[in-house]
């Protein structure tokens, strides 16, 4: 699976304002209106698929999404590969970037940000992005609730059952079958690795279908699932699911960490040399640890507890653990330099990772030969590097894409 990750780096155009004045020239240009509008998400690195949508195929600095109405409030937003996805206050879908299945992006074919009619009658509650598919979680007027899916069905990513293989899409939004609208037993939470999917229902279930190649579904074997399966092999209590590029993870009431799936690097860090685990393990490193949230990489991961303690494991090439080397390691370590930045939130991706304190400022770390790191320079970074074009401004949250990374700035910011 990985080896198709490594993808060429072709030249381009570069926004990169190497200069300070530069960017606060673009700045002000966009400010007075000169630039097409954007509102609340900013953008950096690798854009030759517009999944930051900035007037370049790439920008070292974070500079603002264009063409997304001023005048929405952007609350949640993520980013996988080649398009992004924003969510509203008010639950209004916008979408941009590109795709070779044409239910993914719903643009007819335009890269720049729509908010598609089909949801105008519903609220988006919660969106999640996977390499060419989408799964929404949607509320109708009624108030229940719905799972949408849409894109690539190659593998049975979409979860509606019926024929997978090459060239296999839905060209529009799907609901989910397996999740019947319900007042009783409704999906809390969804989670979309590279060619998979998790979901979390109230009753504390957890769901996957799609690609289950490296074990990423968890239901001890390889075979991939069109259809969503209940995940035998975890305790009934499940209050939290994360997905990773082919890995997956649960965390119970009790702040137990499971994982499962790709091990190739240690990512799952549960003691096992195995290149590949199909059914859940508990990272028994942490047993006794109230693990409140856990954040997949393609490679690595980090997990925080109840106490604000935040670890990482797995790869380490480029520095995304934020441990000041390259090291792997196979088991939780203490990430000294997060320790007293009161993280309050935290996205990984193949190489890299990003992440914002309760304070509303965002660091950056791992990976950034093509600027994902919004620093002024491009390279790596092994130690946790705040995003100095963001200063001053209060930056909510982080969504890692594969060479790019979206921060979601409040409109209250200065």
């Known amino acids: 699976m990985l080896r198709r990750l490594l993808l060429p780096i072709h030249s381009r155009v570069v926004f990169q304002c190497s200069l300070r004045s530069s960017f606060s020239d673009a700045l002000k240009r966009y400010n007075e209106g000169k630039v097409n509008h954007s509102f609340g998400v900013w953008g950096a690195g690798d854009n030759k698929f517009n999944q930051i949508c900035v007037p370049a195929e790439e920008s070292v600095l974070p500079f603002p999404v264009q063409d997304l109405d001023k005048n929405d409030n952007i609350v949640q937003v993520h980013t996988c590969h080649t398009h992004s996805l924003g969510v509203t206050e008010n639950g209004k879908l916008w979408i941009w970037g590109s795709s070779r299945f044409p239910g993914v992006v719903l643009n007819d074919g335009e890269s720049k940000p729509v908010s598609p009619a089909v949801f105008a009658e519903e609220k988006i509650i919660h969106v999640q992005a996977g390499r060419e598919f989408n799964v929404l979680v949607a509320e109708d007027k009624q108030g229940l609730q719905k799972v949408y899916t849409c894109g690539s069905h190659e593998l049975g990513q979409c979860g509606i059952g019926g024929k997978t293989g090459a060239g296999c899409h839905v060209s529009f939004p799907h609901t989910v079958g397996t999740f019947h609208a319900s007042n009783d ?230």
């Open 185 to 414: 037993n409704y999906v809390t939470q969804i989670a979309a690795g590279f060619e998979h999917c998790l979901a979390l229902t109230s009753n504390g279930e957890v769901f996957s279908w799609g690609n289950g190649v490296e074990g990423q579904l968890g239901h001890g074997d390889p075979d991939e699932r069109a259809i969503p399966k209940r995940i035998e092999g975890l305790p009934p209590d499940i209050m939290s699911i994360a997905a990773g590029v082919d890995t997956s993870a649960a965390i119970t009431l009790n702040g137990e960490l499971y994982l499962w799936g790709s091990n190739e690097y240690q990512q799952l860090g549960v003691g096992s040399k195995e290149e590949v685990e199909i059914i859940p393990k508990q990272v028994k490193a942490l047993e006794g640890v109230r693990i409140k949230s856990v954040h997949l990489g393609g490679m690595h991961t980090i997990a925080v507890d109840r106490e604000q303690n935040i670890y990482g494991w797995g790869c380490n090439i480029s520095g995304q653990l934020g441990l000041n080397q390259q090291t792997e390691f196979p088991s939780p370590q203490l990430i000294p330099s997060l320790q007293d930045k009161k993280i309050s939130q935290i996205s990984c991706s193949l190489y890299h990772t990003a992440c914002v304190s309760d304070l509303g400022v965002a660091y950056t770390f791992g990976q950034g030969q093509e600027g994902q790191l919004g620093h002024e320079e491009k390279g790596d970074e092994y130690l946790p590097r705040s995003v100095d074009m963001l200063k001053g401004k209060f930056v909510k949250s982080v969504a890692c894409g594969m060479h790019h990374t979206l921060f979601l700035v409040e409109k209250t910011a200065t």
